[in-house]
T-cell receptor, first 112, second 111 residues
C-alpha cells in the first residue's frame, strides 16, 4: 500500500532563518506531488505541484520554493522565512490523471 | 476559473441524527471529479467520498452519501447516524487538471 511521510511535525523558526520541509511517498511510482498551506481556520492554498522529477509549478508567488530531486521526494524550502509564512503545511500525492489526493500528517510551522 | 463554495461555515447536529453539508461549484468543464475531505482536530486530511461527474448515480460510503446535481453544480454531503467522531472540518473539492478546495464547514456533534 502507499504511504506518505512528512516531517517534521512541528517546527519553530526565527524570522529570516532558512526552511526545509520534506515529503516522501512510498509504494507508488511517478506520483503527482503537492504542497499546500493552511492558515488558521482557513481552507487549503495550493503552493506548488509537480508531475515529475525536476518539474515544479508554482501557484502563488512568494518567498518559498519547491524541489523534486527524486521521483518520490518533494521538498519545500525558503532562504529567509517571514512572519507571514507561519501556518500548517500539507504535502499530498496522487496518481496521474483525475485521481484523489492523499495527504501527509502536516507540519505546523511557527515563525517567531 | 473554477470555484468551490461552501456556504455554511459551521453546523451542529445531534448525535445519531442526519446532517447535510452544502457545496456548489462553478466550471465549464464536463469531465471532472468532486470530493469531500474530512479534517479532524488532528489536522489529517482524510478522503471521505468521491464522485465522477460522468456518473449519474450518487456515491455512497457507509454512513456518508452525496447528492450530486450536475446541472445545478451542487454536491452536498449527507452524514447519517452522526457520531462524535464525525466532528471535524469538512472540505468540498473540485478537480479537473487541478484541485480546488472550498473554505470548509466545521461540523459539531452534540451528545
Amino acid at each position: 500500500s502507499q504511504t506518505i511521510h512528512q516531517w517534521p511535525a512541528t517546527l519553530v523558526q526565527p524570522v529570516g532563518s532558512p526552511l526545509s520541509l520534506e515529503c516522501t511517498v512510498e509504494g507508488t511510482s511517478n506520483p503527482n506531488l503537492y504542497w499546500y498551506r493552511q492558515a488558521a481556520g482557513r481552507g487549503l492554498q495550493l503552493l506548488f505541484y509537480s508531475v515529475g522529477i525536476g518539474q515544479i509549478s508554482s501557484e502563488v508567488p512568494q518567498n518559498l520554493s519547491a524541489s523534486r530531486p527524486q521521483d518520490r521526494q518533494f521538498i519545500l524550502s525558503s532562504k529567509k522565512l517571514l512572519l507571514s509564512d507561519s501556518g500548517f503545511y500539507l504535502c499530498a500525492w496522487s496518481r496521474q490523471g483525475l485521481q484523489p489526493q492523499h495527504f501527509g500528517d502536516g507540519t505546523r510551522l511557527s515563525i517567531l | 476559473a473554477q470555484t468551490v463554495t461552501q456556504s455554511q461555515p459551521e453546523m451542529s447536529v445531534q448525535e445519531a441524527e442526519t446532517v447535510t453539508l452544502s457545496c456548489t461549484y462553478d466550471t465549464s468543464e464536463s469531465d471532472y471529479y468532486l470530493f469531500w475531505y474530512k479534517q479532524p482536530p488532528s489536522r489529517q486530511m482524510i478522503l471521505v467520498i468521491r464522485q465522477e461527474a460522468y456518473k449519474q448515480q450518487n456515491a455512497t460510503e457507509n454512513r456518508f452519501s452525496v447528492n450530486f446535481q450536475k446541472a445545478a453544480k451542487s454536491f452536498s454531503l449527507k452524514i447519517s447516524d452522526s457520531q462524535l467522531g464525525d466532528a471535524a472540518m469538512y472540505f468540498c473539492a473540485y478537480q479537473d487538471d487541478k484541485i480546488i478546495f472550498g473554505k470548509g464547514t466545521r461540523l459539531h456533534i452534540l451528545p
